[in-house]
Nanobody, 121 residues
Framework: QRRLVESGGGLVQAGGSLRLSCAASGSIFGIDDMAWYRQTRGSLRDLVARITSDGVTYYADAVKGRFSISRDNAKNTVDLQMNSLKPEDTADYYC???????????????WGQGTPVTVSS
């Protein structure tokens, strides 16, 4: 079955860096947008960064200039490079992708299981 698997979360001190990776696997006929969201306990899941199939990117204001999203269309992966991390970046980070599920290019949305990022002050 199709799924998204994240890796790279962990504990880092403020000012440090982490790189999150997400790989899509299974029966995939194409990938439209890919993105990273984050969620803290008791809050809604917020968009962090998004990248289209053509490589156009969008960033939330809170992470502009610090985070960078990239994708490898040949490997069906999307990464999030996080620099100058702040304690307020602490959250569970979720990979998101819009996957084509058949040869007629019907698309469905998929989520990863989440990976925790903790930034200590």
């Amino acid at each position: 079955q199709r799924r998204l698997v994240e890796s790279g979360g962990g504990l880092v001190q403020a000012g440090g860096s982490l790189r999150l990776s997400c790989a899509a696997s299974g029966s995939i006929f194409g990938i439209d947008d890919m993105a990273w969201y984050r969620q803290t306990r008791g809050s809604l899941r917020d968009l962090v960064a998004r990248i289209t199939s053509d490589g156009v990117t969008y960033y939330a204001d809170a992470v502009k200039g610090r985070f960078s999203i990239s994708r490898d269309n040949a490997k069906n992966t999307v990464d999030l490079q996080m620099n100058s991390l702040k304690p307020e970046d602490t959250a569970d980070y979720y990979c998101f992708a819009v996957l084509a599920v058949d040869t007629t290019y019907r698309y469905r949305e998929y989520w990863g299981q989440g990976t925790p990022v903790t930034v200590s002050s």
